[in-house]
């Protein structure tokens, strides 16, 4: 299979992670006989430094004429006092928006081999197994008005029917692949297009008998992911929400540097990025957890390749390695090897080969 993959390192330590995820997709390809072409574009404050902003037209038309892109993080101190148009962020939305990808599916799961890493209870945290469907191109985000004077500021929250009807239908379809529950956080106490939010879920439910509902606010759903994440199968939420939740939801699996995420529409193009950020404390040193990258790049092999057999097989490699000990600082701890970027991402293709010639013995 030939496919053209954007690659976009942006920040911080976005450079190293997916330098990572590129690598274990080379592996893949050549285990697997595949033709992957890597092009690079800039995104972030990379392209505010190369081409003055955020998100140069030179990055879109890449990506245009690409199959999907792999995104590390974007933003750091060095532009954190430009003007909104011009921070490295505004880049990130930018795409998101152009490429109309109003789904990111950012699965959350505790891996045995971790529980020791998570700051939760081992039995809270074991056996968490749930996927957060976040809404990506609109709300909070996106609302107009949206302005700054010197004594006031406004963002708006504004959502349409059609917008909360097409992220609902994505949950309730993933969760008919899984546990068949969908978990709706939001706010409807208080928020208006909360209260839209649960009525669209009252309609389309419908079409879905075979799954379960429940409605959640989502104060509650922040206490609830940490004392009993595993009533949760697909959570399904505003942008902002789905932000917060995630990055709460990772310290579960013992670390933000787990959790992958694919930023998608129902057809076509997909960014695959990690829940993290630029992570700039830790930046160019080798030493960020590049899992949420390379098993970012799997869910591209998922769900923009249609390659099942490669994407479990880079799962299965990660978890191998995750098993033998060898992990980043981030999820060290006792009993653990801490090793580098680089050399992890060498443990997961080390692991992918010796996976591949072992099934080529079982079946030749
Ligand atoms: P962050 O996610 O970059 O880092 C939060 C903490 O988690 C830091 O202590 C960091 O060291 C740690 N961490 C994150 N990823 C890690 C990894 N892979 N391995 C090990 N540790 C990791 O959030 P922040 O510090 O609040 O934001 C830094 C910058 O990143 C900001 O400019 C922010 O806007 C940007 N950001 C970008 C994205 C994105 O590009 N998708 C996401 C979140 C934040
Ligand atoms: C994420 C990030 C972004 C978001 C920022 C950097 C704009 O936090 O991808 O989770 O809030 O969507
Ligand atoms: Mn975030």
Aim: with cysteine; charged share 25%.
């Amino acid at each position: 299979m030939v496919k053209r993959i954007t690659v976009m390192p942006g920040d911080g330590i976005g450079p190293e992670v997916t330098e990572a995820a590129v690598e274990v997709l080379r592996a893949v390809a050549r285990r697997y006989g595949h033709a992957f072409q890597f092009t690079y574009a800039a995104i972030g404050g990379d392209a505010i430094d190369q081409y003055g902003k955020p998100l140069p037209d030179e990055t879109i038309a890449v990506c245009e004429a690409s199959d999907a892109a792999l995104l590390g993080a974007v933003g750091g101190p060095k532009w954190d006092q430009q003007p909104s148009h011009l921070r490295p962020e505004r880049g990130l939305l930018d795409i998101r928006k152009k490429f109309d990808l109003f789904t990111n599916i950012r699965p959350v799961k505790a891996v045995p081999s971790l529980l020791g890493s998570s700051p939760l209870k081992e039995e809270v945290a074991r056996e968490v197994d749930m996927v957060i469907v976040r809404e990506l191109t609109s709300g909070l985000y996106f609302g107009e008005p949206k302005q700054r004077s010197p004594k006031s500021a406004v963002d708006t929250l504004v959502y349409t029917r059609a917008e909360i009807e097409r992220i609902v239908d994505q949950a309730f379809q993933i969760a008919r692949t899984r546990k068949g529950k969908v978990t709706s956080v939001d706010k409807a106490n208080v928020l208006e297009t909360s209260k839209l939010w649960r009525e669209v879920v009252e309609e389309r439910m419908t079409a879905y008998p075979d799954v379960e509902v429940e409605h959640m606010l989502v104060d509650t759903a922040a206490m609830k992911l940490i004392t009993n994440p595993r009533s949760f199968d697909v959570i399904v939420t505003e942008n902002m929400f789905g932000d917060i939740l995630s990055d709460e939801a990772s310290v579960i699996t013992g670390s933000l540097g787990m959790l992958p995420s694919a930023s998608t529409r129902t057809d076509g193009f997909g960014i695959y990025e990690p829940v993290h950020g630029s992570a700039p404390d830790i930046a160019g040193q080798n030493k960020a957890n590049p899992t949420a990258a390379i098993l970012s790049a799997a869910m591209m092999l998922k769900y923009s390749f249609g390659l099942h057999t490669e994407a479990a097989a880079v799962e299965e490699a990660v978890a191998g390695v995750l098993e033998d000990g060898y992990c980043t600082g981030d999820i060290a701890g006792e009993g653990k090897r801490v090793i580098s970027t680089g050399a992890f991402a060498a443990q997961v293709i080390e692991e992918l080969e010796r996976e591949f010639v072992s099934e080529h013995i079982m079946y030749s």
